[in-house]
């Protein structure tokens, strides 16, 4: 679903996309940032974050995420940004769906925390007892 460890053109135009139940505005701020920062570090273009608020998780159809689709069907788009794959849906099959339509656009779906990189147990222990 990502594409870590692939070398990127700094000229890539990426999307965010963002969907949450509750409208908490600080929040999605902060998920705004997480992209935007995460994009500078990659070297891609952030166009713009795609947000769909106050919709139920199972819901499939978005006005954010349906304008999300658009861009994504322009020829400098690379791919969607998404902090966590349950800002796509937190609901499995609702999920799976979105991600099908993402990758019929031709499209890297790009996971910010499938790209962090996990420590493994020694490196936790030092760090909690060290």
């Not at 658009?70 to 794959?85: A, D, I, M, N, T």
């Not at 849906?89 to 339509?101: F, G, H, Y």
């Not at 990758?103 to 909690?128: M, Y």
Request: include cysteine; proline fraction near 4%; charged fraction near 30%.
């Amino acid at each position: 679903m990502t594409t870590s460890g692939n070398t990127r053109d700094a000229h890539q135009v990426v999307w965010g996309y963002l969907h949450t139940e509750q409208a908490d505005e600080i929040e999605i701020a902060a998920l705004r940032h997480e992209i935007a920062a995460f994009c500078r570090r990659r070297g891609l273009k952030l166009a713009g974050v795609r947000i769909d608020r106050r919709l139920p998780t199972d819901q499939i159809v978005r006005p954010g995420f349906s304008a999300l689709l658009e861009v994504l069907e322009l020829r400098e788009s690379y791919g969607v940004v998404v902090p966590h794959l349950d800002r796509l849906s937190e609901e499995v099959n609702a999920r799976a769906l979105l991600t099908q339509r993402i990758k019929h656009t031709a499209t890297e779906l790009i996971v910010i925390d499938d790209e962090l990189p996990t420590p493994d147990a020694d490196t936790w222990a030092k760090g909690r007892h060290g």
